[in-house]
């Protein structure tokens, strides 16, 4: 019996399990998956795992049951479960800050979370099997990888949108890694990236079809993209600087950030931090998110003090709750009388003026905010101090003697496409957030890792502060030039890069990867032959 055989047969193998042993494999599969993902970066486990799953797509396609879509859901949503679940972990850490009174609703939340999102990927191998079913050349050869490659993306798009979203560890991040490989997401962005991805690494799965010739010229089509990216890198050169930053992480865990008496120390930190050895050409200090953990706006003594390391003819940025200025803001107040806050960023010059503020748009669902309080009084409160509101708009900052800047505060930098404004180009992407409430886990690497994603499909530097780790400078094609790890304290002094010209996706948008998208499902289907009746 040859190689290819030998495959054949342990193919046919998996897609005729039964039982618990098929459940467990589809689980194992996706868990080992999940760790192809930062910081692990186990690379072979995602073809691996995307191999697997297809075996048994395909097996539940073949079987010749009246519902095969069914059989593909549940495959599906098994090794979803397992991928999200080693995801999500980090989220475990949060219920473990101090007094960590809701600490026993971790597990079961993090789990439920990751049945949640492991039904996008269910509804994907259902969409694969039932079509298979029906039209059985689709499934073989090289077609069946690619009609899985756009599907699995598509309802990764969708889990990117519904429900406000949460398009968190895409297939796309794989590839983050190597900078070179990440970069055809200049062009189709990260959901793009993620069907080109699952393709690709899927191809194996039809190794046993003949003929190879075809699996080759897909595997040489698929790979092009890459190869394009790799190059698109080569020559780059650091882009010229144009503005001297300084970024200051003052590592305070957050079982003490909002304690009111310790708000004067963490204060002073912020300040030395600032000043510190500060290079003369310094134009910007900037702090994290919520770095003052009060209404800074309105406390003139902190302001006053602030501007005393506001560099000269520079600025100040800053995190910090905001609360209603006007009667249409206070006429948003929340049940029980609270009065509408912001999470917000201020600009703050040398005399200790507001110069411009950003209030942030999305907003995390049962962290920051409860989306039902309003219509439900008594949830209002339980998420400790309550909800912010939303901001009204995203925006350009401009200020003089600074590139205009798109600010995206904590998770909003995760969501392909909605990081600027792209009627007002930015010159840079201002990332502050603060991850303390995850400590040394996994989710501060995966969070840095979408931004770093953003400045690719952008074309523009991303400078991220953060409360703890980690901080970075990133240049327009993704690549970190410096970074302060987790849980340290201390600064970065780094030159703002120049943006690079508007990439094909910052043009376009997800247009292009509804374009390749459609251009997958015409090729996959195009000769496969008529619907089985």
Known sequence: MGVFDRVGAVARGIGGLRGWRRWALALALGTGAGFSMPPWHVFPLMPVGLVGLLWLLTGAAASGAARPGRRGMLDGTLWGTGYFTVGSLWILEAFQVPPADFAAFGPPIVGGLAVLLALFVGFAGSSWAWLVARRPAIGAGWRGPVAFGAASAGFEWLRGHVFTGYPWNPASHVWMFADALAQPAAWVGSYGLSALTVALLGLPAALTAVPRIGLGLAA??????????????????????????????????????????????????????????????????????????????????????????????????????????????????????????????????????????????????????????????????????????????????????????????????????????????????????????????????????????????????????????????????????????????????????????????????????????????????????????
């Open 220 to 533: 040489l089509a698929l790979a092009a993209p890459f190869a394009a990216g790799a190059l698109r890198l080569a020559p780059s050169t650091p882009a010229s600087p144009t503005v001297s930053l300084r970024l200051v992480q003052p590592n305070v865990p957050q079982g003490e950030k909002w304690r009111r008496e310790l708000r004067d120390r963490h204060f002073e930190q912020l300040m030395r931090l600032s000043t510190l050895e500060r290079p003369a050409a310094t134009k910007v200090v900037i702090w994290p998110e919520t770095a003052t953990p009060f209404v800074f706006a309105e406390s003139p003594d902190y302001r006053r003090m602030a501007a005393r390391i506001v560099p000269p003819g520079g600025y100040l940025l800053l995190g910090a709750p905001r609360g209603a200025m006007t009667p249409a803001e206070t006429a948003v107040a929340p049940p029980g009388g609270q009065r509408p806050i912001w999470n917000s960023l201020h600009a703050v010059d040398g005399g200790g003026a507001i110069l411009a503020t950003y209030d942030k748009i999305h907003l995390v669902p049962l962290g920051e905010y409860l989306p039902l309080r309003r219509w439900f009084p008594i949830l209002a409160d339980t998420i400790g101090r309550g909800s912010f509101e939303a901001g009204a708009e995203r925006r350009t900052i401009r200020l003089p003697g600074l590139p205009a800047m798109a600010v995206v505060i904590c998770y909003e930098v995760i969501f392909p496409g909605a990081v600027v404004d792209g009627a007002d180009r930015p010159g840079w992407i201002l990332n502050v957030t603060n991850d303390s409430w995850f400590g040394e886990s996994s989710g501060p690497h995966q969070h840095l890792v979408s931004a770093r994603m953003r400045s690719i499909e952008e074309g523009l530097p991303q400078i991220r502060v953060a409360n703890t780790g980690i901080s970075a400078a990133i240049d327009p094609y993704g690549r970190i030039e410096a970074r302060l790890g987790m849980n340290k304290t201390g600064v970065i002094d780094h030159e703002l890069p120049a943006a690079l010209p508007p990439t094909f996706y910052a043009r376009w948008s997800d247009w292009t990867f509804l374009a390749l998208l459609v251009g997958m499902l015409g090729i996959a289907g195009w000769g496969a032959g008529p619907r089985r009746r």
